[in-house]
């Protein structure tokens, strides 16, 4: 019979937060490009309710100086999550990402991102600090073109923990009591 390891013990918050803290100052560059495709952009201006034509119409998008459809501001955000993913599924910080929630987020543009951009990602911890209970991480998404242009800077706030130093709840039970979602069937 195979030798079989026992599961690793669950940190305690203590470790959590201790694993997160020092995960400031990590930096990696994702493993793949981000390849912002047109019907993505299509598809995300429709879905957040942006109407000008240069999100659509590629001509349109030519007529304003751009060399493609334009992508909705917030499209960025979606290839910093596939970057980020590294952090958690590594255990880099001591959180899973079902286990944080997002407080903050803002974006520096340095020129707008358009479809045919692939975009290369570093993944930056840039800060912890711990706050009642709870750990607030910052993540910084640098994103370059295919020719090494800088187009965004992409930083998000995390939290997890919880006010009594028990365990960090996970937050994807939370959502499912507030968000509503389901099937239909016809």
């Given at each position: 019979m195979p030798n079989e390891s026992a599961p690793a013990a669950p940190l305690?918050?203590?470790?959590?937060?201790?694993?997160?803290?020092?995960?400031?100052?990590?930096?990696h560059?994702?493993?793949?490009?981000?390849?912002v495709g047109r019907e993505k952009v299509r598809e995300?201006?429709?879905?957040?309710?942006?109407?000008?034509?240069?999100?659509?119409?590629v001509e349109a998008a030519r007529a304003a100086g751009y060399t493609d459809l334009v992508a909705p501001p917030m499209l960025?955000?979606?290839a910093g999550i596939v970057s980020n993913r590294a952090l958690f599924?590594?255990?880099?910080i001591g959180y899973g990402a079902s286990q944080l929630m997002q407080a903050d987020e803002s974006m520096v543009y340095h020129r707008p991102v358009?479809?045919?951009?692939?975009?290369?990602?570093?993944?930056h911890v840039d800060k912890h600090r711990r706050v009642g209970g709870y750990d607030m991480v910052t993540i910084r998404n640098e994103m370059y073109?295919?020719?090494?242009?800088?187009?965004?800077?992409?930083?998000?706030?995390?939290?997890?923990?919880?006010?009594?130093g028990a365990d960090a709840p996970d937050f994807n039970d939370a959502a499912e009591k507030i968000v509503m979602h389901g099937v239909v069937n016809a």
């Open positions: 305690t918050p203590e470790e959590i937060s201790e694993r997160t803290a020092s995960a400031v100052g990590h930096h560059v994702h493993h793949d490009t981000y390849l995300y201006a429709l879905a957040s309710q942006f109407t000008a034509p240069v999100h659509f119409d960025v955000s979606v599924d590594d255990s880099i358009v479809a045919g951009d692939e975009l290369t990602i570093h993944v073109g295919q020719d090494d242009e800088h187009l965004v800077t992409l930083s998000t706030t995390l939290i997890g923990g919880s006010p009594d």
